[in-house]
Nanobody, 128 residues
Framework: QVHLVESGGGSVQSGGSLRLSCAAS????????MGWFRQAPGKEREGVAG???????SYADSVKGRFTISKDNAKNTLYLEMTSLEPEDTAMYYC??????????????????????WGQGTQVTVSS
């Protein structure tokens, strides 16, 4: 059974930085397509960044140039480096794993239906 545990969330002021981590067990991040999503109160969950098995990365327009997704296969951990944080980035952040991405075309890295494993989330709050 795949288990994902996020950490690194917290409260920062506008312009600050945070680094989120997602530790995986029961699977290797190097074998799955991975993603970071976020959900603010009253809003739908949205894709923030995705990374494919070969390391190719994708980002939502709202975070391009500010966020960086990466993975350490040896540590079996996914990361999201967030800089120049804005109040609009306030949300619960989730990591997700798509164990089937190597077997066929994907809906898109940003599609929640693409991912079959999810963590419990870590809260990020940015104050102005």
């Amino acid at each position: 059974q795949v288990h994902l545990v996020e950490s690194g969330g917290g409260s920062v002021q506008s312009g600050g930085s945070l680094r989120l981590s997602c530790a995986a067990s029961g699977a290797t991040v190097g074998s799955f397509c991975m993603g970071w999503f976020r959900q603010a109160p009253g809003k739908e969950r949205e894709g923030v960044a995705g990374i494919e098995i070969d390391g190719y990365t994708s980002y939502a327009d709202s975070v391009k140039g500010r966020f960086t997704i990466s993975k350490d296969n040896a540590k079996n951990t996914l990361y999201l480096e967030m800089t120049s944080l804005e109040p609009e980035d306030t949300a619960m952040y989730y990591c997700a794993a798509d164990s089937l991405c190597r077997y066929g075309p994907r809906l898109g890295w940003y599609a929640t239906d693409e991912y079959n494993y999810w963590g419990q989330g870590t809260q990020v709050t940015v104050s102005s």
